[in-house]
């Protein structure tokens, strides 16, 4: 009898224990913001431009709003119309109920300071306190660190071998802090905006992090950016056969994910709404995987689809990466950007997977057919 009374007790405490360790995940994994995989849009400060047709906000599960600022090691207002501009994002949830907002904090200019911020147990306190300061006095739903990037210099920016502890430190402190808040019927959400790159793995700690996240956004776009002198696809779903210099694209980025210890039903899958040109492009391959020694920008969608039309650009396709691009024999012209097409290879790829979903950069960038792609096809 003793021996039993002994087992059952320790069955008990190892089941206890279990629960435990459980508890955060289990929170975590339960996101009720949305049925079927996530939309995740983000929206700008710089372009308050959502329009007039609020349904397209149907189509959509989460808006990132990007970006906040990090000043003294706190979270604050990036824009003097942030207020304005959450405001009116917070009355489309009466068009989309299950609508969820969040704060980006960060972004490719504004991660200078995220080294310093999270640095000591009493930063990490400050900077966690004045991001969940934010979230409510605007009465929005979570919080999305864009880091870019722990443990790298990225835009110049300060860094340190310390980063990678640190970054998973705070993320568990945030979400300490938001499970106090957060409860059956309000659940206040966590996420993060990774690198596509391997070596964003390599500074990071993502087996432990992702237990203190709802779901991460791979940045799977800007392989290829005007910070190079070689043109190439930006956002190829798989590897193009034209490609002998480096082995970059979302598939692969997405198995990285995996490997490092993300389930995958966590990991979102970025996609552009804009393209990159470079000019006095090698018209070798049509200008693919060739030097530039031209102008080099940006277009959003929404321009090259109108340039297409009016036949000022001409599309081409490379089958093997599943992408679209633009070739300009008068100038040289070399252009990278997603179209309906790849978008659906894409979104197969998702499904297949069993991913949790498609994020974009950002709403502004769209005619339309590009979330109208993503809200026919994914959930389907």
């Not at 700008?44 to 003294?72: C, L, M, R």
């Not at 969040?102 to 640095?119: E, M, P, Y």
């Amino acid at each position: 009898m003793y021996k039993q009374l002994l087992i059952i007790f320790f069955s008990f405490f190892l089941i206890a224990s279990c629960d435990d360790n459980k508890k955060v995940e289990s929170i975590v994994n339960n996101d009720n913001s949305s049925h079927g995989k996530k939309v995740v849009a983000y929206v700008n400060s710089w372009q308050d431009n959502w329009g007039e047709n609020n349904e397209k906000v149907n189509q959509i599960t989460h808006i990132n709003y990007a970006f906040a600022n990090i000043k003294d090691g706190k979270v604050i207002e990036g824009n003097e119309n942030d207020g304005e501009v959450l405001r009116k994002l917070n009355n489309l949830k009466q068009v989309n109920k299950d609508l969820k907002i969040l704060i980006s904090v960060g972004g490719w200019s504004w991660s200078k300071n995220f080294s310093d911020a999270v640095l000591t147990q009493e930063s990490r306190q400050t900077f966690a306190n004045s991001a969940i300061d934010f979230m409510l006095k605007h009465k929005i739903d979570g919080i999305d660190l864009d880091w870019e990037y722990p443990g790298q210099r990225g835009d110049n920016n300060k860094f340190r071998p310390e980063d990678k502890e640190n970054f998973t430190a705070i993320l568990k402190l945030i979400r300490e802090k938001l499970e106090v808040l957060s409860s059956d019927d309000n659940k206040y959400l966590l996420t993060i905006a990774t690198g596509a790159d391997p070596k964003y793995l390599e500074h990071t700690n993502m087996r432990e992090a992702h237990q203190y996240l709802d779901f991460i956004n791979i940045m799977t776009y800007d392989f290829f950016t005007g910070g190079s002198s070689q043109t190439g696809h930006h956002s190829n779903l798989f590897q193009s056969e034209f490609n002998n210099t480096s082995r970059v694209n979302a598939a692969d980025a997405v198995e990285v994910h995996f490997e490092a210890g993300i389930p995958i039903e966590k990991i979102v899958l970025g996609v552009p709404f804009y393209g990159r040109y470079w000019t006095k492009t090698n018209p070798e391959n049509n200008g693919l995987y060739q030097k530039s020694t031209g102008d080099k920008g940006s277009y959003d969608y929404k321009s090259i689809s109108e340039n297409i039309k009016n036949k000022i650009f001409v599309p081409y396709w490379d089958e093997k990466a599943k992408a679209p691009y633009i070739w300009r024999e008068a100038d040289s012209l070399f252009l990278t950007y997603e179209n309906s097409k790849s978008l659906k290879f894409k979104i197969d790829f998702v499904k297949s997977r069993k991913m949790g979903g498609i994020m974009f950069w950002q709403f502004n960038g769209d005619n339309g057919e590009l979330l109208n792609t993503i809200s026919n096809n994914l959930n389907n």
